[in-house]
């Protein structure tokens, strides 16, 4: 189970909830079991490419404080924090 | 040479593998590249700052002897409007045209026959203005995103990010204190040396190359082979030697027209742009308008925090506003907290990365009302710092919880520095200022190929460019695993074809990231040698050990050298998207006397302290601090685009943008707190843009205190000093 | 078009000659038709001091002046400071004090600090401050330049004859 912090933004769709408590192994199925719950937060976090369904590329994800590398795969740890916050584009594409 | 930390070349301080080419002149920059019947490119760039372009006519300029091609944005395969303008420009500098032609003045005089009808439309420069109701809006297709709903009414507000915690309201009940100011900072350039520069061929079997200076040939890649709309593996990318980046170096600008005009002309093609088409046609970093308000007891306990940011994205959205809301509280524990950050485009060239994006503005706000808080309360500003400051465990106001990190080791040592200790002299108006930052610091896709020679030195290929030492850290960090010097490891920067992909040199992720590739295909050497040693001596592969540069068994020693010989060749390649990078923060202190009759704000001393992990080589991490410091002494006291009513940028040129000179600034005393990030084998955090990011309000605040008015606005030049001073 | 120049000159204590263009400046005809391309262009107007050469012992912006200016003088630039015998005390000071980052500012300092330490050879960090200012530097904040330059002249005692 991670517990996930919901941004203040997309709080209309979880009933105003800040922090939500969530089944899965890799990012993927966090926001697929997510989606399940609360509709719609699948499609404020993730967008559509050539590579199939991704997190959008302005949203970084942090699980236990650190951003995370392997985009859907990323593995989610039994009691992981997941934040998802603004990319930080550090000296590197806006 | 062993150094406190037990590591042999970790730590100490070689001369850089490439240090003689640079400073004898034989080192090759983008625009250090001649070849035989070669074009030279110049762009037309849009004379208004905002504008519909009604016609375009080439005919003259075409016909003028020496040119051979000419293209717009209709004859780029893939719309790019930033690289060419479509049917709007958005500030002035925007590129419209690309020729090429014999010579670089051919080019210059056929840019003057170029016809170009423009409908002039009102421009809008300031964020302020931009996010009114009856602003002029620049993009009637762009509404604002608020965390991917759209709000579907055109505006100049294209995203609009929250983050809320706890009750401000009652945090602010609660609090002694309330300071609540507004911030302005204007748009500045990073400022780099050599100008942006690309030189492209084209082979007819389809094969592009570009040389150019990039912090990132995979980027360029992937860039131009988007706009081109051909295969990425059509298109080499030769990284020269870059003459400075700072983030604004990580896109491209001129390399998609060389490589169209190459295509088209079947010669190789180079565009350099002048100065000024630096200052007007790239990235700057951009203006923001903040709105801070908070709250603290009087025991110095910080309870609320409440901002508006507005950064202007300029001409196209994506300002760093997120990471400026990620950055501003990192230092601190504060439990109620509403951040709302806002992009907000204007005409202005679209913003860039520059170094630390979006944190140094968010940080001189919550730096300023910190200091303004520690006058009020009559508490020592570092002091405040150790009651607030957060550690390991302790959340980032925003969400996360900090791993390792190294923020109040920062404050303690500039407690105990001496800088901090001695007064800092009154009789003239003399001011003394602190101030702390953060960086997050990535980490992501890097590879490197290690080659063992027979004389046990070490060919090492990586993809990461070098704008700062980062081919000697690396280097090192090879070679204090493999137990040898770092003079025996050959590093080279190599084109896209000849290295797996890497990602840029930027977000102060290299030495660690391209670091930990080298270090593992170090270890698969190791490996691979030990297997053929167990073969070579008859042994189990259990019974071969590697320790401090030795091959061992129960019979025999052999050093890497003789060990390089038998087993050689041996390659160790590796390409890993890496994880754990550390964050980093750094507290600066920073002394100031203010001349009241010109208003002019010398800076007396300057002591930055910095969490740097654990420093490879100790110059060069010491070199991004001190660099960092003196760009947010420019960007406090005299950087700034200045605009006119027309929204024309009026000084594009070294003499009136005005970077620091070595006579404007003092040494820069550095302190290295060194809390190794758990996230990789030395220990590694990165250090590059966390510099940035204190300087801006630590001159702030020592010039409020030397002058008794609190700063707000930068720059703090001699004409805004002499106001804040009711002198003019 | 105007007919190009004939220019004789020499560069780096060898006699050179090259055909220029009148409007072309010293610096393009460096690194355009002479491959000599450790001067560098930052700015083209005088202001980042990237171009610097050594024109008659005095160190010049390149880019301010003209091609055909060259006739008849001694000029030095960043490729004649070291010789077959090794690298001038200033080169090696530069590299010991890690006195650069990108590099590209490197060659306009070198050839701007040997003229001060041509004609002062001890000169204070202020002094070296100010006849340095005429060169921008973004990467390293100007410290381990100073340093470089100053230690220079204390531990070499030089007094730079080409």
Request: hydrophobic share 40%; proline share 5%.
């Amino acid at each position: 189970m991670a517990i996930v912090a919901i941004p203040s933004l997309m709080r209309d769709l979880t009933q105003g909830k800040a922090e939500v408590v969530i089944q899965g192994s890799t990012l993927r199925e966090l926001v697929e079991n997510i989606e399940a719950q609360f509709p719609g937060v699948k499609d404020r976090l993730c967008h559509e490419d050539a590579n199939g369904v991704r997190i959008s590329p302005y949203i970084g994800v942090y699980v236990d404080g650190a951003l995370v590398e392997k985009g859907m795969r990323s593995p989610i740890g039994d009691s992981s924090e997941v934040h998802f916050l603004p990319a930080i584009s550090g000296g590197s594409e806006s | 040479m062993a150094d406190g930390n037990g590591y042999k070349v970790v730590g100490t301080r070689p001369i850089r593998h490439d240090g003689v080419d640079k400073v004898t002149g034989r080192a090759k920059y983008g625009a250090d590249l001649n070849f035989p019947d070669m074009l030279f490119g110049k762009i037309l760039r849009s004379p208004h700052a905002h504008a519909k372009i009604v016609s375009i006519d080439v005919s003259r300029a075409l016909a003028h002897p020496g040119v051979k091609d000419i293209v717009t944005s209709k004859d780029l395969p893939i719309l790019s409007e930033n690289i060419l303008a479509e049917d709007k420009v958005f500030y002035k500098g925007h590129a419209i045209v690309g020729l090429a032609a014999v010579d670089v003045h051919t080019a210059e005089e056929a840019l003057s026959l170029i016809d170009i009808e423009y409908e002039v439309l009102p421009a809008v420069t300031d964020v302020a203005k931009a996010i009114r109701e009856d602003s002029v809006v620049l993009h009637q297709s762009l509404t604002t995103n608020t965390l991917g709903e759209k709000t579907g009414k055109p505006t100049n507000i294209s995203s609009h990010v929250r983050h809320q915690n706890g009750d401000v309201e009652a945090g602010f009940a609660e609090a002694d204190v309330v300071v609540e100011r507004t911030f302005t900072t204007q748009t500045v350039h990073q400022g780099y040396i050599e100008p942006i520069t690309a030189t492209a061929k084209y082979n007819p079997d389809g094969e592009l190359t570009v040389w150019t200076s990039t912090q990132g040939a995979f980027n360029v890649r992937q860039q131009v082979a988007g706009i081109l709309d051909c295969p990425a593996s059509k298109v080499r990318v030769v990284p020269l030697e870059i003459g400075g980046g700072f983030g604004g170096k990580t896109t491209v600008y001129v390399a998609p027209v060389a490589a169209l005009l190459a295509m088209r002309t079947g010669q190789i093609v180079k565009v350099t742009m002048t100065r000024d088409e630096v200052f007007e046609g790239t990235g700057p970093a951009p203006a923001t308008l903040i709105r801070l308000k908070m709250g603290a007891t009087k025991d110095g306990r910080i309870t609320a925090a409440d901002t508006d940011l507005f950064y202007e994205g300029g001409a196209y959205p994506g300002s760093a506003v997120g990471a400026g809301a990620n950055c501003m509280f990192a230092a601190y524990k504060i439990p109620n907290l509403m951040i709302d950050g806002f992009d907000v485009v204007v005409n202005k060239p679209s913003s860039h990365a520059y170094r630390a994006p979006g944190a140094p503005n968010s940080s001189f706000a919550a730096e300023c009302v910190i200091d303004e808080i520690c006058q009020k309360l009559d508490l020592d500003p570092l002091e405040f710092r150790m009651i607030n400051g957060a550690k390991e465990g302790d959340r980032n106001p925003i969400g996360p919880r900090h791993g390792k990190i190294g923020y109040l080791e920062t404050v303690e040592a500039a407690q105990t520095h001496d800088h901090y200790q001695v007064e800092v002299g009154n009789g003239k108006l003399r001011g003394r200022g602190v101030a702390s930052g953060y960086w997050g610091n990535g980490a992501g896709r890097s590879s490197v190929n290690l080659t063992v020679n027979q004389d046990g030195t070490i060919m090492l290929l990586e993809g990461s460019t070098d704008i700062g030492g980062t081919r000697a850290s690396i280097a090192m960090q090879a070679a204090e695993v493999l137990g040898i010097a770092a003079e025996d490891v050959r590093p080279a920067v190599v084109d896209t074809n000849s290295i797996g992909e890497t990602g840029v040199t930027g977000g102060s992720r290299t030495t660690h990231a391209t670091g930990l590739v080298a270090i593992r295909a170090a270890e698969s050497v190791i490996e691979q040698m030990k297997e053929k040693l167990a073969d070579h001596w008859e042994v189990n592969l259990n019974q071969v050990d590697f320790a401090d540069g030795t091959f061992l068994n129960s019979d025999n020693q052999i050093s890497f050298k003789e060990a390089a010989r038998i087993c050689s060749p041996v390659v160790g390649s590796v390409t890993e998207s890496t994880t754990g990078a550390g964050g980093a923060f750094g507290t600066h202190v920073v002394d100031v006397e203010v001349d009241e009759d010109t208003g002019k704000v010398e800076v007396l001393r300057y002591t930055a302290v910095q969490d740097v992990g654990t420093a490879i080589h100790p110059s060069y991490a010491e070199g991004q601090i001190q660099g960092g410091a003196v760009q947010g002494i420019g960007w406090a006291l005299s950087e700034e685009y200045v605009y006119d009513q027309k929204g024309q940028m009026v000084n594009a040129s070294f003499l009136d943008y005005r970077m620091p000179t070595s006579y404007d600034t003092p040494m820069v005393d550095t302190v290295m707190v060194e809390v190794p990030n758990p996230g990789h084998p030395f220990g590694v955090r990165g250090v590059g843009e966390v510099p940035l990011v204190p300087p801006l309000a630590a001159i702030a605040n020592a010039v409020s205190r030397a002058i008794g008015v609190r700063m707000t606005h930068l720059p703090m030049n001699p004409g805004s000093v002499l106001k804040a001073l009711n002198k003019i | 078009m105007s007919r190009k120049v004939h220019v004789q000159t020499q560069i780096n204590r060898e006699n050179v000659e090259f055909l220029c263009e009148p409007r072309q400046s010293m610096l393009e005809v460096l690194r355009n038709e002479l491959d000599l391309t450790g001067a560098k262009e930052g700015c083209n107007n005088g202001n980042c001091g990237a171009c610097t050469i050594i024109v008659e012992g005095r160190p010049v912006n390149s880019c301010c002046m003209l091609g055909v200016e060259a006739e008849g003088k001694e000029i030095q630039t960043i490729e004649g400071v070291a010789t077959p015998e090794g690298l001038h005390p200033l080169q090696q000071k530069f590299l010991e004090h890690a006195a650069l980052q990108c590099g590209i500012c490197t060659p306009g300092f070198i050839m701007n600090a040997k003229v001060l330490l041509e004609t002062n050879p001890n000169p204070t960090e202020e002094e070296v401050r100010f006849w340095l200012a005429g060169n921008l530097c973004r990467c390293t904040g100007y410290d381990k330049i100073i340093r470089a330059v100053l230690d220079t002249t204390e531990t070499t005692g030089v007094s730079t004859n080409g």
